[in-house]
């Protein structure tokens, strides 16, 4: 059964940008993240990408998708309105869904062959996830960093969030430590 | 050169109690938690212990200090006025400091004997540890738990955070995985 995996990188108190909305504090490792076993086993196992909309609009070119994603495939981008620019679909397809993050992760299921859909971000389609019960796996990878502010990742869970497994911490190089979970039901 | 250690243990989402004040959640674990290979080692290494008023009254019976706490070494405890009621002391010696954290850092490691000095939380304590630079090394175990809300451990960190270096990601039995940072001068 494909499971949805959400992750995302956070600084050790919890936010995925500082104040000013940068994330590059968190990736200093941006280069050679890809290569990582944990990044190497989630490209390997992901069938669909569920993103939100300024999760895809932060590259500033959307045909960046097309050549340089790690998942090169089917993408559902969460939206209130179609975009004006569309990335040239390359072996990538992309569906714009208007109608709300349980559509998008029904149809990423549909396309994902059986395989993981692995939720990329922001922080609140992550939130959504999480509160309305569609995760099954959160992989958090920690920085060393302390933004003192910024977007937290963990909000906003509701009266009720999930019990949590850990699976695995793994040390990776720079200083990264990939968190994993399974979210128990 | 003795050290100034501060560590607690948190949600995955971040908080060091639920919004009742229960740490429950946080310390299934509570019976063995003492014979992990890190808490070992912290007893070992610790030459004098800081702590909040709260962290201190949470043991409703003072006494419970004096036979029963990890460490049995100096305690030095924040406090606004002298209590009441203090623990007996056993092997013990408690030093009530109404002059701030500063000054209970600086008994501490007089009293300390070359040893670090563990400061045990709660979290104003810790943060203000952060923010004022007295913190050389942070200890965070992470919980396989959302609690949704309760207590922050990482809030009021100031304007700029130090940086960190991640020292080591260990899994623990029981879910919990302890981080190591070094605090970067």
């Given at each position: 059964m494909a499971r949805?995996?959400?992750?995302?990188?956070?600084s050790l108190d919890g936010f995925i940008n500082d104040r000013e909305g940068s994330v590059a504090a968190l990736y200093p490792d941006f280069a050679t993240l890809r290569d990582s076993?944990?990044?190497?086993?989630s490209i390997q196992n992901t069938g669909a990408v569920v993103m939100g909309w300024k999760t895809f609009a932060m590259a500033n070119d959307p045909d960046?998708?097309?050549?340089?994603?790690?998942?090169?495939?089917?993408?559902?981008?969460?939206?209130?309105?179609?975009p004006e620019r569309h990335p040239r679909e390359?072996?990538?397809?992309?569906?714009?869904?208007?109608?709300?993050?349980?559509s998008a992760v029904a149809q990423a299921r549909a396309a994902a062959g059986g395989k993981d859909i692995t939720v990329v971000g922001g922080a609140r389609t992550i939130?959504?996830?999480?509160?309305?019960?569609?995760?099954?796996e959160i992989n958090i990878d920690v920085m060393p960093v302390l933004l003192g502010g910024g977007l937290r990742l963990f909000d906003n869970l509701g009266a009720d969030p999930p019990?949590?497994?850990?699976?695995?911490?793994?040390e990776l190089p720079g200083g990264r430590t990939h968190l994993r979970f399974r979210v128990v039901r």
């Open positions: 949805v995996v959400v992750g995302m990188t956070m076993q944990p990044m190497r086993e960046w998708y097309v050549g340089n994603y790690e998942y090169q495939v089917p993408i559902f981008v969460l939206t209130r309105a179609m390359g072996g990538l397809s992309f569906t714009f869904v208007t109608d709300g993050l349980r939130q959504q996830c999480i509160r309305d019960g569609l995760a099954d019990q949590l497994e850990r699976e695995v911490a793994l």
